[in-house]
């Protein structure tokens, strides 16, 4: 389906030598105007090869500005605790206050050993963090916020397999990455066990939001000022899921768009879907706290009746879209992608775009005119332009995947 706002998008390609097993692109970011992108070999082995790459658009090439070997999980002979689907790899990107107030880069690697935190300030030589007494913490999501550079703790790894974090959802927070010092920004769970991970962070309005996944009770949506040291005091703006209860077991995404906060729901791609859920929501929280519902099902909140100001059901009026995975804003228009997923694969995707976040239309892609199966992983929105980047199967008779990155531009 071709809307009536156009996107041109144009491929490009990312090449690697000595690419040995199938290569995936987990993260990409812009900094200092380049492109970076995270991407994982796997051969099939005891270990990947993570490689950062930088693109210099003039010359129209990449370039490995780092490389580590990721150890994958062992095969315990007996399991003797629930184990907690993790993806291994690189697991965020983000652009910090560095030195000078000059902007740094800083990424989570997730390894079965030895995860590491990666800082660099000119985005060439890369320092590995260590917090205090020198054990890595495998971190998820990260964001700068007050002078505090604050990372979500993914899991525990025990041997082999990745575990939920003792209490709940763990987070962490440091003034100077380079000197480590990380110290726990919050109870465990936030008082709540069944708190068990943070998905994303998002500033929005003087607050840093956190939305943290329950699957017994639906996500909750828990913010701070970052006042004082840390653990902060923290405040809920949302629970049960936005009263669709484990509908919503988690927030996958969120973004700031027109003095508002929108939250995407569905379970993330880094974690194991464990029955058919139903179409993905889109929640909008508002300056004053209160929230709507943006894109869903209608239903009774303390609020009142909640009736999708979109008028749009779950997953963009198709239920077998059942998460929406990543949200990002240009200033001028937000962008959604869905994932038509269930238990044992993702079948498609859909690309969305607002300027008013109300008025929705779909946006056709490369992959509406082909048969390759494509899975974003990144999004990106700058003004007039957007990239969409994962991985995709090419031929339809083999499982084999590559990288994509799409480079949009809007026509109209």
């Known amino acids: 389906m071709i809307s009536s706002h156009a996107v041109a998008f144009n491929a490009l390609p990312v090449s690697m030598p000595d690419v040995s097993g199938e290569p995936h692109l987990q993260v990409a970011a812009f900094f200092r105007k380049r492109l970076y992108a995270g991407v994982l070999d796997q051969d099939g082995g005891d270990a990947s090869i993570a490689r950062l790459l930088r693109y210099y658009p003039g010359a129209e090439r990449w370039e490995i ?31 910090v206050p560095g030195e000078r ?13 030895q995860p590491r935190l990666l800082y660099s300030g000119d985005g060439e030589a890369f320092d590995v963090l260590l917090p205090d007494g020198g054990e890595a913490r495998p971190l998820g999501p990260l964001h700068a916020f007050q002078g505090w550079l604050f990372g979500a703790l993914a899991g525990a ?13 763990l987070l962490y927070a440091c003034r100077d990455p380079l000197a480590g010092r990380w110290v726990a920004a919050n109870a465990p769970g936030f008082g709540d066990p069944h708190n068990q991970v943070v998905h994303g962070f998002q500033v929005f309005n003087g607050w840093l939001y956190a939305a943290v996944g329950n699957p017994f009770a639906g996500f909750q949506l828990w913010r701070t000022q970052a006042q004082g040291e840390p653990p902060f005091d923290w405040e809920r703006a949302l629970d049960r899921g936005a009263q669709r209860y484990t509908f919503n077991s988690a927030a996958a995404t969120m973004a700031v768009f027109r003095d508002a906060l929108y939250i995407g729901t569905g379970v993330p791609l880094t974690e194991d879907l464990q029955d058919e859920a139903a179409g993905c929501e889109l929640i909008r929280v508002l300056p004053d706290g209160r929230w709507e519902l943006a894109m869903g099902q ?20 198709d239920p077998a879209q059942t998460a929406l995975t990543s949200l990002a804003s240009s200033g001028d228009a937000l962008y959604a992608v869905t ?10 995707f859909q690309l969305w775009r607002t300027a008013d976040g109300e008025r929705w ?3 056709a892609t490369p992959a509406d005119h082909g048969c390759a199966s494509c899975l ?24 084999r995947r590559e990288p994509f990155i799409w480079l949009g531009k809007s026509e109209c």
């Open 376 to 399: 974003p992983r990144a999004l990106i929105a700058l003004p007039k332009f957007l990239l969409v980047g994962g991985d995709r199967c090419p031929n339809p008779t083999d499982d």
């Open 361 to 363: 239309r779909r946006i």
């Open 101 to 113: 107030g000059r902007e740094a880069l800083c990424l989570s690697l997730l390894c079965a050993h």
């Open 339 to 348: 994932l038509a997923r269930d238990p044992e694969t993702v079948s498609g």
């Open 157 to 169: 790894m025990s041997d082999g397999i990745a575990e939920k974090p003792e209490g709940g959802a």
């Open 298 to 317: 209608p239903r009774f909140s303390p609020l009142g009746l909640q009736v999708p100001v979109s008028a749009h059901g779950p997953g963009f009026d």
């Open 65 to 95: 500005v780092y490389e580590t070997a990721v150890s994958m999980p062992e095969r315990p002979r007996q399991r003797r605790r629930q184990p907690f689907a993790l993806e291994l790899g690189w697991r965020a990107i983000a652009s």
